[in-house]
């Protein structure tokens, strides 16, 4: 059995990691890995965090199972955070999952179990990982126009015109701030035109939600999906805690579905159960416990925020600083999209050749379709990566 396997292709990401761990240039810079990093380089563990798992360690008492959901205070605690006041609880149902990366798993099993026929409608372009698991999972599936590589923004009549082709039933994959290579988001006016879209279309929207106070600020970043759950009859939501937490390796996730009415409530609850008990059993806590600790605390959630508010000034700072440098060495406005966008991503518009150039000849390493992390820069080597930039003719 074992010898008929066949090599699987390598990740690009985690290949473009092990070739900067072996470059020996001492100025080289990561902007290709999605993790947040200080000033210093360091992936910080949050004050909050630390204070939790202090807090967690001197009042558990058990490690005993939470149970195939999770501890209900952790998906309502993240599920107000996400959704606010715009639905009714008694329509929501909700399963802890280990990530992001496991609610998205979990979101396409019930899709496949519910409506098997359904197309999944991603963005082009999107997070790699979700084709990866579509593709894996042998669903249908089917891609929107999203990014105009010419003005860096989002290409919004592309996208509608492309959307025509959806049919009742269909799941319409959306990035809910901070999209995912790009950084180039809706705005509130196309959020709404996309709702009236899939309304009329009878259509399902699935919210990734992995960057939720990265953009601008909690609330901000939550109102596109917000608005959705508020006027559509059925919705799932996949979020993260991996970058707001700055718990990655905890693999702190949630799903949630919002079903059309309490009545079908709990057909659904048992279903997202039955679906953890089928890939996992049991979900993971401590992450889970940790965020939940937080958002429970008042004293607690206010220094979150604080620190939260913190990074995201931080990357914003750096946008604004590195399209600056730009547009003095440049002495173009090409690249002002860059203080527009939100979040840790940007997609750069070089050219794969011009990529590698940056890489063998000034050391910055960053995904082959030119998408960077801006949280790996600080104010020093934004004026490097600038000149590069410039140098490489981008």
Not at 156 to 180: P, S, Y
Not at 205 to 221: R, S, T
Request: hydrophobic residues 40%.
């Amino acid at each position: 059995m074992l010898d008929k396997l066949s090599p699987q292709p390598a990740d690009k990401i985690l290949m473009l990691m092990q070739m900067f761990r072996e470059d020996p240039r001492e100025d080289k810079i990561d902007l290709g890995v999605g993790v947040y990093r200080n000033p210093e380089g360091v992936t910080p563990v949050m004050r909050a965090v630390k204070a939790a798992e202090q807090q967690v360690w001197e009042t558990q008492t058990t490690k005993a199972y939470t149970g195939l959901a999770g501890d209900p205070a952790y998906a309502e605690a993240l599920g107000k955070l996400i959704l606010g006041t715009s639905v009714e609880s008694e329509r929501t149902s909700a399963i802890a999952t280990p990530g992001g990366t496991g609610a998205i798993r979990q979101a396409m099993e019930l899709i496949r179990m519910a409506a098997p026929e359904a197309t999944v409608w991603v963005s082009q372009p999107t997070w790699p990982n979700h084709l990866s698991i579509i593709k894996f999972m042998k669903m249908p599936m089917a891609e929107y126009t999203y990014f105009d590589n010419a003005t860096r923004q989002v290409d919004f009549d592309g996208m509608m015109a492309d959307l025509e082709g959806v049919k009742a039933g269909d799941v319409v994959l959306l990035h809910g701030c901070c999209h995912n290579p790009t950084g180039a988001n809706l705005t509130e006016e196309q959020w709404g035109k996309v709702a009236d879209h899939l309304l009329a279309k009878g259509a399902i929207p699935l919210i990734d939600i992995a960057y939720q106070g990265f953009g601008d600020g909690l609330e901000a970043d939550a109102a596109g999906t917000r608005l959705l759950a508020s006027r559509m009859p059925q919705m799932l939501v996949a979020a993260s805690c991996s970058k707001n937490f700055g718990i990655y390796r905890e693999r702190a996730g949630l799903l949630i579905a919002i079903s059309p009415d309490a009545k079908a409530q709990p057909t659904v609850q048992g279903n997202l159960n039955y679906l953890n008990r089928q890939n996992y059993s049991f979900p993971p806590d401590h992450g889970a416990r940790l965020v939940m600790t937080i958002l429970n605390d008042d004293k607690l959630t206010a220094d979150w925020k604080a620190e939260l508010e913190d990074m995201r000034t931080g990357m914003l700072a750096l946008r604004k600083q590195l399209a600056e440098e730009l547009r003095q060495r440049s002495n173009s406005d090409r690249f002002d999209f860059l203080a527009e966008h939100r979040g840790m991503f940007s997609r750069l518009g070089a050219t794969p050749e011009q990529v590698e150039a940056l890489r063998r000849d000034h050391g910055i390493y960053m995904v082959g379709d030119s998408r960077m992390n801006i949280a790996g820069l600080n104010a020093k080597t934004v004026p490097i990566l600038a000149q590069a930039i410039v140098d490489a003719g981008v």
